[in-house]
């Protein structure tokens, strides 16, 4: 009864010394750095780096743009505040009538289209067939053989 509790001791041992082996060939496969998890690991750190950087960059480029906007907003309230001083100074200013002058143009032109209405009338001759001008496109029949 010994022995074969001895064999089984050592079956057993041999058993969990192989398991133990098989574990730390796949536990090597599992960190290796180009093909498994440990390459997969260093990838996203990688990443995670470069990522934290382009947010460092995009906070430092999102915040002199807000100053900006805030500077240009404050002048904008400036010269704001000016125009309407200037609209209020404009409706204390009196009205004055500006006689208008009459255009000289205006009077030869009036007095060229009274010319034009006294012009006599020169009956008109039989017109001729007016032909048209510029491009003229005329479609062919492509079944005609030239």
């Given at each position: 009864?010994?022995?074969?509790?001895?064999?089984?001791?050592?079956?057993?041992?041999?058993?969990?010394?192989?398991?133990?082996f098989?574990?730390?060939?796949?536990?090597?496969?599992?960190?290796?750095?180009?093909?498994?998890?440990?390459?997969?690991?260093?990838?996203?750190?990688?990443?995670?780096?470069?990522?934290?950087?382009?947010?460092?960059?995009?906070?430092?480029?999102?915040?002199?743009?807000?100053?900006?906007l805030?500077?240009l907003?404050?002048?904008?309230?400036?010269?704001?505040?000016?125009?309407?001083?200037m609209?209020?100074?404009?409706?204390?200013?009196?009205?004055?009538?500006?006689?208008?002058?009459?255009?000289?143009?205006?009077?030869?032109?009036?007095?060229?289209?009274?010319?034009?209405?006294?012009?006599?009338?020169?009956?008109?001759?039989?017109?001729?067939?007016?032909?048209?001008?510029?491009?003229?496109?005329?479609?062919?029949?492509?079944?005609?053989?030239?």
């Open positions: 009864m010994d022995l074969i509790a001895d064999i089984l001791l050592a079956a057993g041992a041999l058993g969990a010394g192989f398991y133990c098989v574990l730390s060939r796949r536990l090597k496969r599992f960190n290796d750095l180009e093909k498994g998890v440990g390459g997969a690991v260093a990838v996203l750190s990688s990443q995670v780096d470069d990522l934290n950087k382009s947010l460092r960059d995009a906070q430092a480029v999102s915040n002199s743009s807000s100053q900006a805030e500077q907003t404050g002048r904008a309230e400036t010269v704001a505040q000016r125009l309407e001083l609209m209020a100074s404009m409706h204390d200013l009196p009205d004055s009538e500006v006689d208008v002058p009459v255009a000289e143009e205006s009077d030869a032109l009036a007095e060229a289209y009274a010319a034009e209405t006294q012009v006599e009338e020169v009956p008109a001759e039989e017109p001729e067939e007016a032909k048209p001008a510029g491009l003229m496109f005329v479609r062919h029949n492509r079944n005609q053989v030239a």
